[in-house]
């Protein structure tokens, strides 16, 4: 059975030398990025930053983590007390589909309520998050609960479905319980 995953928090712009390290002592890390644009007075270029700054995400055995804590620029394990807190592997799932899924995405507010959707077409299908309609298209928000983050991606409402005791929102069409 693998071990669960843990988040890790790290120096600042340290993520990707840490996961770079825990990588090469054989962990499977997670260090989820996305793309943006900064401007400078005489340019602008295009750089890929960590969708959850000051977090990598790894794989481990919570018994031993003495060789994570001894890695360069890592600070601590998010932990209850002295307890590590494991992150909801469905909530790894979503986050690296949505990475993976080439769509524009960008770090957002944490999100505790809202209209739970699940995602029924396209790259990002069965995933399960928050759908707002702030603009055209909304914005699908999946969220890190031990890290009290999200993330947003850009989605139409007729790829999405309301979850939950038959409520069907305004947001979402007809059209979109039709779709297999």
């Known amino acids: 059975m693998p071990e669960n995953w843990f988040a890790l928090r790290v120096k600042p712009r340290h993520e ?7 990588h090469g002592k054989g962990y499977e890390e997670f260090l989820p990025l996305y793309r943006c644009r900064r401007k400078w007075s005489d340019r602008v270029k295009v750089l890929d930053l960590p969708l959850f700054p000051g977090y990598v995400f790894c794989r481990f ?72 309609n702030c603009k055209r298209p909304g914005r699908l928000v999946v969220s890190v609960t031990i890290l009290q983050r999200s993330v947003a991606v850009e989605m139409d409402s007729e790829c ?21």
Request: glycine letters at 8%; aromatic letters at 8%; charged letters at 15%.
């Open 61 to 132: 055995d919570p018994n031993d983590r003495l060789p994570i804590l001894t890695t360069p620029g890592v600070l601590l394990i998010v932990s209850s007390g002295k307890t590590p807190l494991p992150v909801d592997e469905n909530e790894i799932s979503a986050v690296r589909t949505i990475v993976e899924s080439q769509l524009q995405v960008e770090p957002w507010p944490y999100l505790a309520a809202g209209h739970l959707v699940c995602v029924i077409s396209g790259p990002l299908r069965g995933i399960e998050g928050f759908f707002l």
């Open 16 to 22: 990707r030398l840490v996961a770079t390290a825990l």
């Open 160 to 180: 999405v479905v309301p979850l939950g005791a038959g409520y069907l929102s305004p947001y979402f069409s007809a059209r979109a319980l039709q779709q297999p």
